[in-house]
């Protein structure tokens, strides 16, 4: 079966970093997402990685190893504003994304 | 630019009554279309995607149904609620992969309560 896998809850303060971990197990692979949720509202694309490496979008980063079924997000210079919810997505063999079940990030100051 | 709605933003429904939801996308031609469901704490679940007018493929068998009576129209409906239908409903599209990594936008969504 197809699994993705990333943590239930973590937490972290204000200004510091934090890394989201998701693994993967999929029918193939055609790249891999990230999005951020606020909690009663609906995704936002954050970033996306098809070759493995690291992608760099100002706070955010996000990286990929496909020979490990590995990807993260990193969040530098933590606000408050970014509590939420980050999904992690995999588009498979026939093009469909299968999702993690998100993970929730809670900031504390 | 680009733009997705979706409505209504929230409903209560009793159990056996129907439903309809509607998506309208503007700025774009011929996109993929998206129904997505989130129960509490579980990831997404893609309940119909649309590549064009007429075009349907169900993920999920259950008494919801999609149509597509336009390109940028994608309306999800039930004759006969059940209480397990409740959840937060997302209509999303993405443009075509190859013209660009597809990735999906989002509507508002739709928070549904079937009592």
């Known amino acids: 079966g197809q699994n993705i896998d990333q943590p239930t809850e973590m937490t972290a303060t204000e200004g510091a970093i934090v890394q989201i971990n998701c693994t993967y197990q999929t029918s193939g692979f055609n790249g891999l997402f990230w999005y951020q949720q606020h909690a009663g509202e609906a995704p936002t694309f954050l970033s996306y990685?098809?070759l493995d490496g690291l992608e760099e979008k100002g706070r955010f980063s996000s990286f990929l190893s496909r020979s490990k079924g590995y990807s993260y997000l990193l969040l530098k210079e933590l606000q408050m504003k970014d509590s939420a919810s980050y999904l992690c997505?995999?588009?498979?063999?026939?093009?469909?994304?299968?999702w993690g079940a998100g993970t929730k990030l809670i900031i504390k100051p | 630019s680009q733009t997705i709605h979706q409505w209504p933003a929230t409903l209560v429904q009793p159990v056996g009554s129907p439903l309809s939801l509607e998506c309208t996308v503007e700025?774009?031609?011929?996109?993929?279309l998206y129904w997505y469901r989130q129960a509490a704490g579980r990831g997404l679940q893609l309940l119909f995607y649309?590549?064009?007018?007429?075009?349907i493929s169900s993920e999920v068998p259950q008494n919801l149904s999609a149509s597509r009576p336009q390109d940028r129209q994608f309306i999800l409906s039930s004759k006969k609620l059940l209480l397990s239908d409740s959840g937060f409903y997302l209509c999303?599209?993405?443009?075509?992969?190859?013209?660009?990594?597809?990735?999906?936008?989002f509507g508002e969504g739709s928070r549904l309560t079937v009592l």
């Open positions: 990685n098809v």
């Open positions: 649309s590549v064009g007018i007429g075009q």
């Open positions: 997505a995999v588009r498979d063999s026939n093009y469909q994304l299968i």
């Open positions: 700025g774009t031609s011929n996109p993929n």
């Open positions: 999303a599209w993405s443009g075509t992969v190859g013209q660009s990594t597809g990735e999906l936008f």
